[in-house]
């Protein structure tokens, strides 16, 4: 392992100087191993490392290139560690969410164009007014993702995405047992909607944790 590591460090640091740039193709692995002074066995070892998480792309025929780096990519690794979560530390999750998702809410209601309000606006239009607890958190989901993306920040969208899948099982939870989590889920996301529609961006994050802390605290109440 010692070994592998050396090799992950060594095509990280071509990476982080420049040498090897988003898109660009990996020299041959002879040639490789031979310039870092490594086997070849542990080269393909770092090459699959980072390959799992996104750094580099593996094409079978055409060689090893550096993936685009984006975000995107990057922090799709955390998100499957992510799904491994306990029941017990998903109100950790929300109180992460609870940080993250008003700000992005506030960013987003400063940078929105009216195009995108109006994507905002079919979003919950497209709500049924009966809908099932899997068409209320599908909805909720996309809802807030659209949001993430509108603040302009694609490490901050990342980084939300990646606490949807703890999130959504409580949600779920929520939507089975809890009286009015339709009517309170559709005021609180047309609230939100309107703050970033009229440009106020402290309306919106206020609105927007007022929506989170109230799912926050109904898990706390149900799991105490």
């Not at 393909?44 to 079978?60: K, M, P, S, T």
């Not at 922090?75 to 499957?80: G, Q, V």
């Not at 994507?119 to 209320?136: C, F, M, N, T, Y």
């Not at 929520?174 to 970033?196: V, Y």
Request: glycine share 6%; net charge negative; aromatic share 4%.
């Amino acid at each position: 392992m010692a070994v592998t590591d050396a090799a992950i460090d060594k095509i990280k640091q071509m990476i982080l100087s420049g040498e090897l740039s988003p898109g660009s193709r990996l020299p041959k692995e002879a040639d490789l191993a031979e310039r870092l002074g490594l086997s070849r066995n542990s080269l393909r070892e770092a090459v699959r490392a980072l390959a799992l998480i996104n750094v580099l792309d593996v094409r079978q025929g055409d060689g090893t290139y550096v993936t685009s780096l984006e975000p995107r990519l990057l922090l799709d690794a955390m998100s499957f560690v992510v799904d491994f979560h306990q029941d017990d530390t998903v109100l950790q999750f929300f109180q992460v969410r609870r940080i993250l998702e008003p700000a992005a809410t506030a960013m987003a209601a400063s940078r929105m164009t009216e195009t995108e309000v109006d994507g905002l606006r079919k979003i919950l239009a497209a709500l049924p007014p009966d809908p099932s607890v899997e068409q209320l958190v599908a909805n909720d989901l996309e809802f807030h993702q659209s949001i993430a993306a509108g603040s302009g920040n694609a490490v901050l969208c990342s980084l939300i995405e990646s606490l949807s899948g703890p999130t959504t099982r409580a949600r779920i939870w929520r939507g089975l047992t809890q009286e009015n989590a339709l009517e309170k889920t559709r005021e609180q996301h047309a609230a939100i909607c309107d703050a970033i529609a009229a440009g106020q961006p402290e309306v919106a994050r206020a609105w927007a944790t007022v929506h989170i802390a109230g799912v926050e605290e109904w898990l706390r109440s149900a799991l105490a």
